[in-house]
């Protein structure tokens, strides 16, 4: 089955930035790889809600943001190793939490176990 895994994550101060990379492995249930699914971020915070940021198609195109976080952010794609990134610049305090990412199967949405994102001074 489809194993995701997310790194990147860290302790930055204000105003710097981090890229978190999604990769997953083995083959959904219907026989697709993780480079033939639609991609998305979430980040939780403690107490709060899981909450969408961004997604992108399985072919690289369509992505799409979350208000809170357009033009900070930038959704993309590498196929030399068929990850899926998420570039996070002038974070914000705010911005901390356990960012997780997905990848959907059209009726089998695969969850990694997410990586800590702590912005603070």
């Known amino acids: 089955q489809v194993h995701v895994v997310e790194t990147g994550g860290g302790s930055v101060q204000p105003g710097e930035s981090l890229r978190l990379s999604c990769a997953a492995s083995?083959?959904?249930?219907?026989?697709?790889?993780?480079?033939?699914?639609?991609v998305h971020w979430f980040r939780q915070a403690p107490g709060k809600d899981r909450e969408f940021l961004a997604g992108i198609m399985r072919d690289g195109s369509g992505a799409y943001y979350a208000d809170s976080v357009r033009g900070r952010f930038t959704i993309f794609r590498t196929d030399v190793d068929k990850r899926v990134h998420l570039q996070m610049n002038n974070l914000k305090p705010e911005d901390t939490a356990v960012y997780y990412c997905n990848a959907d199967d059209l009726g089998v949405i695969y969850w990694g176990q997410g990586t800590q994102v702590t912005v603070s001074e």
């Open positions: 083995g083959r959904t249930t219907s026989g697709r790889t993780f480079a033939n699914l639609n």
